[in-house]
């Protein structure tokens, strides 16, 4: 299986900071990796996929770089309701495998 | 738009089948493939598979021995039935959609079913 190692595990960071986290895969997975955020008690919603496209509907704050095995997710500028935690996702191999997610705080 | 609701018994005792239905509404589940994802409380997000409506499936290998995914199209429906349950599979169990053939993003979601093994 494809190990998705995501750092930091998590962060606090102040409304209107950038805040940037990363996704290393565990081998070589080219651009095949989507992005969810997660809040309290709800299912996963999807926000970047294909490493680097944005979802309908999903603020242009948060995007998306990277191919390979190192990936960044970013969201420009911190708001409240971004308060949740965030998986990578890789699809290049079965099993689909998702890190260990980032949870995002609101210093 | 497409909705997604899971059902199924909440609790399950150990050895026994875990049975979940996901059914489809505001669109034709011929529109995609569909998935199962599971978490367990204050833990990640673990594939359990996907179903394509040809019935067509793949399993993620750590399950595969006991898992079975169908799918019904005339009912808008797709199952999950995980067997030999034990605590260990106590999780809230997602049904999800894949927005394309081409990837493995899931852009829609249901809102996901608490499932408990205990006696």
């Known amino acids: 299986d494809i190990q998705m190692t995501q750092s930091p595990s998590s962060l606090s960071a102040s409304v209107g900071d950038r805040v940037t986290i990363t996704c290393q895969a565990s081998?070589?997975?080219?651009?095949?990796l989507n992005w969810y955020q997660q809040k309290p008690g709800k299912a996963p919603k999807l926000l970047i996929y294909h490493a680097s496209n944005l979802e309908t509907g999903v603020p242009s704050r948060f995007s998306g770089s990277g191919s390979g095995t190192d990936f960044t997710f970013t969201i420009s500028s911190l708001q409240p309701e971004d308060i949740a935690t965030y998986y990578c996702?890789?699809?290049?191999?079965?099993?689909?495998?998702f890190g260990g997610g980032t949870k995002v705080e609101i210093k | 738009q497409v909705q997604l609701q899971e059902s199924g018994p909440g609790l399950v005792k150990p050895s026994e089948t875990l049975s979940l239905t996901c059914t489809v509404s505001g669109g034709s589940i011929s529109s995609s493939y569909w998935t199962w994802v599971r978490q367990p409380a204050g833990k990640g997000l673990e594939w359990i598979g996907r179903?394509?409506?040809?019935?067509?499936?793949n399993y993620n290998p750590s399950l595969k021995s006991r898992v079975t995914m169908s799918v019904d199209t005339s009912k808008n429906q797709f199952s999950l039935k995980l067997s030999s349950v034990t605590a260990a599979d106590t999780a809230v169990y997602y049904c999800a959609r894949a927005r394309d053939i081409t990837s493995d993003a899931f852009d829609i979601w249901g809102q996901g079913t608490m499932v408990t093994v205990s006696s």
């Open positions: 081998q070589d997975i080219s651009n095949y």
């Open positions: 996702q890789q699809y290049d191999n079965l099993p689909l495998t």
């Open positions: 179903i394509y409506t040809s019935g067509s499936t």
